[in-house]
């Protein structure tokens, strides 16, 4: 599983399925939307259908023994459980509020998982035409070109990335709102992109210096971005300073100076 030809084979295979999904969400970004409401935030569009029946076509061709992971299919069947089995968790429309929009932060997501830890990793952003890639290993790269985490070793200097989150309920957003009140104070500036897989890439090439996200969908949102991520130097972890659960629904990264730095600022229970 492990031998550098069959994991440049793992990428190869994910770049095509990524690029073809890619061409999907290029057409229907400028396109008029047919939206069908999951919640009063999320949407899902036929875009996102088209892509994951793309993408987990593409890869089942090539990986038939492969065990398979996916936003719409999940949503659509009930949680899959992650198992050891190489499993690819497959995003095929981040930034679905974006997409809607034509707000142009919108991306597929494709990360491949062995013994649960993500170990191929392609994010791709057809409208900006943006490549990210990781491989265990072998480096993290924007369109061919080898992307490292910031240097920045001061949080009062650091561009911090979050997310609202689906849920509009008064509870979550106080505890929400309450938090990012308290990070202004000592962070540079604050940033909403929508997407969960393109912020953990802009903090792998340096753009954002802290991310941090609770509640988002799956683990779809975050497989490939780990990789990216981990790959470019950085480090990925629960928000409350411990170590992550890919399952868990919720994530921090950063480099590794950082990292105490943001976690004391958060403080933020399990």
């Known amino acids: 599983m492990a031998d550098n030809g069959s994991l440049e084979h793992l990428l190869a295979v994910a770049i095509d399925a990524a690029k073809k999904a890619g061409e999907i969400i290029r057409t229907g970004f400028y396109q008029t939307k047919h939206v069908e409401h999951k919640g009063q935030v999320d949407l899902v ?23 398979f992971i996916g936003e719409e299919t999940t949503a659509a069947y009930g949680v899959t459980e992650l198992t050891d089995e190489p499993t690819w968790i497959v995003d095929p429309l981040d930034g679905t ?134 790959e470019a130097g950085g480090v990925v972890y629960d928000p409350s300073g411990k170590e992550l659960d890919i399952t868990a629904q919720r994530i921090a990264a950063s480099n590794a100076t950082l990292k105490d730095l943001f976690t004391e600022a958060l403080q933020i229970s399990l």
């Open 45 to 67: 569009t036929e875009t996102d259908k088209a892509c994951e029946d793309l993408v987990f076509n593409h890869l089942k061709q090539h990986f038939p023994d492969h065990k």
């Open 97 to 230: 509020t974006n997409f809607v929009h034509g707000f142009p932060f919108v991306c597929v997501s494709i990360g491949l998982t062995v013994r649960k830890v993500p170990i191929v990793g392609v994010v791709y952003n057809p409208i900006m035409d943006e490549l990210f890639t990781g491989v265990q290993g072998k480096g993290a790269f924007l369109n061919g070109k080898p992307i490292k985490v910031g240097s920045q070793s001061e949080l009062v200097k650091s561009l911090l990335a979050t997310e609202a989150g689906t849920k509009r309920d008064k509870a979550t957003l106080d505890e929400s709102t309450n938090r990012i009140n308290i990070l202004l104070a000592k962070v540079r500036s604050l940033r909403m992109s929508g997407s969960c897989a393109l912020n953990l890439c802009g903090i792998a090439c340096g753009r954002l210096d802290v991310f941090y996200e609770l509640g988002f969908g799956g683990p779809w949102d975050i497989a490939a971005g780990i990789v990216i991520v981990t």
